[in-house]
């Protein structure tokens, strides 16, 4: 069963625009982490934001914050006034803890088109 | 600030031949990821070192090995290397002992297997 599900394969938001990326999770761990990369056109992975799952207030770093709903198991990453480099390939993650270390679980990504 | 050095950056291969990828985590990082990410598809994790251990293993193939090194740095060796094997390799860090932190990637190998 998918543990990340990411629902929306593309999207498109106009610059200067809040846009919405949608993250589901399933786990039956208490502890865990749930993490947003992003993947530029060249490829690497650039860490963005971190939510705990004890974690009280959503997290925010920046032009993005996270809307964790934990009953619901959402993990939605949002992104204030987008700009035309935001335009990238959008990972949600999930760390899950396994043999005393972790391991990042990916879901299949949203791939973000900002319009000027 | 460091960050997670991979070498090299793009290879190109043939089929059958062997390709040595290397991943230099970040200074006192305890932990070393390996994942693969096929053309449009998300990163899977295949193998994970903790402390130059191996601790998990996911979908890697028996053809692939990987071992982390006594200075910390690892390397994923792979073998009679496939058409299917194309794809973005990352190497990703992370410091796990005392409740962890986020895993840091390196900018990936981009193997082509011709």
């Known amino acids: 069963a998918q543990k990340i599900t990411q629902t929306q394969p593309g999207m498109f938001v106009q610059e200067k625009e809040a846009v919405t990326l949608d993250c589901t999770y399933d786990t039956s761990d208490q502890s865990y982490g749930l993490f947003w990369y992003k993947q530029p056109s060249s490829g690497e992975m650039i860490f963005l934001i971190y939510?705990?799952?004890?974690?009280?207030q959503n997290a925010t770093e920046g032009r993005y914050s996270l809307n964790f709903q934990k009953a619901r198991k959402s993990a939605n990453l949002v992104i204030s006034a987008s700009q035309l480099g935001d335009s990238a390939m959008y990972f949600c993650?999930?760390?899950?803890?396994?043999?005393?270390?972790?391991?990042?679980?990916f879901g299949t990504g949203t791939r973000l088109k900002v319009l000027a | 600030a460091a960050g997670v050095i991979q070498s090299p950056r793009h290879l190109i291969k043939e089929k059958r031949e062997t390709a040595t990828l290397k991943c230099y985590p970040i200074?006192?990082?305890?932990?070393v990821y390996w994942y693969q990410q096929g053309p449009g598809q998300d990163p899977q994790f295949l193998i994970s070192f903790y402390e130059k251990m191996q601790s998990d293993k996911g979908s890697i193939p028996d053809r692939f090995s990987a071992q982390q090194f006594s200075d910390y740095h690892s390397e994923l060796n792979m073998s009679s290397l496939e058409l299917g094997d194309s794809a973005l390799y990352f190497c990703?860090?992370?410091?796990?002992?005392?409740?962890?932190?986020?895993?840091?990637f390196g900018q990936g190998t981009r193997l082509t297997v011709v």
């Open positions: 200074p006192r990082h305890d932990t």
């Open positions: 993650a999930m760390r899950e803890q396994t043999s005393g270390t972790y391991k990042y679980i």
């Open positions: 939510q705990g799952s004890y974690d009280e």
């Open positions: 990703a860090s992370s410091f796990t002992w005392a409740g962890g932190t986020e895993a840091f």
